[in-house]
């Protein structure tokens, strides 16, 4: 996978949060591109993140929700609804390799039930909480 210089600019419409922290060998994979994770970097629903042998990143949503993931990591949000005026809260998102670590957000506290984290063999359905998901190559 090729990779590409940041985009200069990324549709602040879609925004759902931003990348806080990278270690070498992070990327985030935008319409079928690899880029060079950078912090600073926003991010929108449907961008892949994923980490290498030596990479680590630290994403922070805007309502708040801090995930972090360390080394051969893949993850993606699937759907970020952030409109607390509007009652429109929803966080879906899939594990689907590597290691996370999760904090919660204001989605989690205001409407606890449309938070769900996914990976190969379920669902965590979060309830203002922090926890540690690890989902290894044989996907146990």
Known sequence: MALLAA???IAQDGLIGF????????LVVIDGKGVRA????PLQAGFVVKTGPAGSI????????VMSFGPNSEFVV????YAPS????KLSATLVRGSMQYVSGIIAKLKPDA???KFPQGVIGVRGTEFLLLV?????
């Open 7 to 9: 985009p200069a600019a």
């Open 19 to 26: 990348i806080k922290t990278v270690l070498p060998d992070a």
């Open 38 to 41: 950078q912090p600073g970097m």
């Open 58 to 65: 630290g994403v922070t949503l805007r309502d708040n929700t």
């Open 78 to 81: 699937d759907e970020y609804l």
């Open 86 to 89: 509007k009652g429109s809260l």
């Open 115 to 117: 938070v769900a984290i």
């Open 136 to 140: 290894e190559d044989d996907k146990s």
